[in-house]
């Protein structure tokens, strides 16, 4: 049987993840009119190269600076062979930028465009995503994501 994924819908999502580099690897692919809440993200090193780190990030709309497609750190990973780091504070991003506004955040109505989600871009324009990157192709990481996927289409 499917899973719903229709409008209202709430649904819980897991993804694995083997051998994640200096290639980018996008952990959840925001859709528009979606909320996502990260319960955890679970990474284990598996090669380290150097004082290489990981770094969990979103790609998506920087609210203070008015700018599309930003990079937002939000924990600078630094284990070793072997090792696992856990991140289970949790956090939620829309799926899609809204429409642009002027910086910064300052009126309710930019606040709603926040939540709007109006983009009209084509993906991967105006989605938002979170992503882990190890900053070198000899580190290599193996990560699990577990998340709410709310639909509000």
């Given at each position: 049987?499917?899973?719903?994924?229709?409008?209202?819908?709430?649904?819980?999502?897991c993804?694995?993840?083997?051998?994640?580099?200096?290639?980018?690897?996008?952990?959840?692919?925001?859709?528009?009119?979606?909320?996502?809440?990260?319960?955890?993200v679970?990474?284990?090193?598996?090669?380290?190269?150097?004082?290489?780190?990981?770094?969990?990030?979103?790609?998506?709309?920087?609210?203070?600076?008015?700018?599309?497609?930003?990079?937002?750190?939000?924990?600078?990973?630094?284990?070793?062979?072997?090792?696992?780091?856990?991140?289970?504070?949790?956090?939620?991003?829309?799926?899609?930028?809204?429409?642009?506004?002027?910086?910064?955040?300052?009126?309710?109505?930019?606040?709603?465009?926040?939540?709007?989600?109006?983009?009209?871009?084509?993906?991967?324009?105006g989605?938002?995503?979170?992503?882990?990157?190890?900053?070198?192709?000899?580190?290599?990481?193996?990560?699990?994501?577990?998340?709410?996927d709310?639909?509000?289409?």
């Open positions: 049987m499917a899973i719903a994924r229709g409008a209202g819908t709430e649904i819980i999502r993804h694995n993840f083997s051998a994640i580099n200096d290639t980018q690897g996008q952990l959840i692919l925001g859709v528009q009119h979606h909320i996502y809440t990260v319960l955890s679970v990474v284990y090193c598996t090669t380290r190269s150097g004082s290489d780190v990981g770094r969990l990030r979103i790609i998506g709309y920087d609210s203070y600076g008015g700018t599309s497609g930003a990079t937002i750190d939000i924990a600078n990973i630094n284990i070793a062979v072997n090792e696992t780091f856990v991140w289970n504070d949790k956090f939620s991003f829309n799926g899609y930028e809204p429409v642009d506004f002027t910086h910064p955040l300052t009126t309710i109505a930019e606040q709603d465009a926040i939540a709007d989600q109006g983009n009209t871009g084509t993906f991967p324009t989605s938002q995503y979170l992503s882990l990157y190890t900053g070198s192709s000899g580190t290599y990481y193996d990560a699990i994501v577990t998340f709410i709310q639909n509000n289409e």
